[in-house]
């Protein structure tokens, strides 16, 4: 809690920045890592079909360029790049695992031991400068061979693949990670399949049934490894993952107002089941009236209510809009969670609305829901920066950055939210998940390297590098 009237954070807030393996760590086929679902996305005009599972990534021509299998290549700069974060004054550091780093094909009977020690040394390297590791387990992420072999998600094989995998995690960062993520905005799978969970439809298959049983397999496994954390170390921390951001009704039109509710609830669905432990009743009824007929095992119910987590996290881009009549508004945002463009505010240079007081909305709606520990695990502005003479002024990012604070901060000062922490997204630059693109940047610090794959990699300070080192420093008071 807030510790003096003056304070604009509580002094144990973690403050950070967040990436993950597919969009950085680069490293194709090093040190024994297998082929992932990440390394078949490509860029340019076929990625977003591909992303949500409506073409097949096989036949894909010899000269497709995968931005995963380099990335940033922190694979091979990961000290450089943790120093940044100790200059910034980090006390988080959120980053996921590569799956088939530790398993290659996901069904190995070891562990890729050159695997555990890039990770171990990372984690080492984090926790002797004083920096909470915060580790998702899956994002965006899994071995292929998972995907070929057995449809992804579709098979409950990939249950327990994937808790074997938690498994070999949990035993050797034991004692030393607090905090897990089980996966990565659970709720992108109903917009982005593949990408979210590695399925690839077949023709004539009802997607929404294929979707919703996907869901409950990772509901099912997310709650297992929350069973399994638990009896590894008892002091582990679990959390689901939500891509938040509230629907907002176009009008005061009540059909609008209902539509916004059905809408947030797709979001909500899966929280509600990570954190109640309990299929919502709207959701039975949704399924029941779309012919939805999830397959379960009788313990299924007992796994779910027995393992809930511990708190909850979320990206925060955007707030959205949404109109139950479809000849209303004009739609913006990049299309990966469709929205309405909202009059009343500004957009980013890739159409993403931008609206903090959206986000102490989302942190009251959450925490009004749950009454649970929230962290915000991304959350910043993709923008084109230029380097002019040796620099970037990225003022643009600062002042989407410290307006979003602020609302962090009215929301735990004013509201009486419960907020953990704080990771911007990409604060070291990487490649965009949506556009498979750099030109897309987040970080603190600027990566060398264009669209086309060109550049030395080299890595340089932004502005907003200093001033996030001063928020930090200052605990949030300098905001
Ligand atoms: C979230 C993902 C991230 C990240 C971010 C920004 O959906 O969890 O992986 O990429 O969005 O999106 P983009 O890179 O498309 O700008």
Redesign the pocket.
Known sequence: MVNSIEQKFPKDFLWGGAT?AN?YEGGFGQGGKGKALVDVIPSGNKRRDVMRGMFDYKELNEESIYPAREAVDFYNHWEEDIDYMIEMGFSVYRFSISWSRIFPTGEECESNKEGIDFYSKIVDKLLANNIEPLITIC??DMPLQLIEKYGSWRDRKVIDAYLKYCKVLFETFKGKVKYWITF??IN?LLHMPFMGAGILFEDGEDKEQVKYQVAHHELIASALATKLAKEIDSTFQIGCML?AGQFYPYSCDPKDVFDALEKNRETFFFSDVQVRGHYPEYAKQKMKTNGIEIKMLPEDEMILSENTVDFISF?Y?ASRLTSSDPSKGESTGGNVIPTLRNPHLEISDWGWQIDPLGLRLTLNVLFERYEKPLFIV?NGL?AADEVKDGKINDDYRIDYLRKHMKAMSDAMTKDGVNLLGYTS?GCIDLV????GEMA?RYGFVYVDKDNEGNGTLKRLRKKSFYWYKEVIGTNGNSL
């Open positions: 993950a969009q994002h965006f990565n905005e992108m891509a990206s881009y991304e993709g997204w965009s998940a949506s556009t897309k």
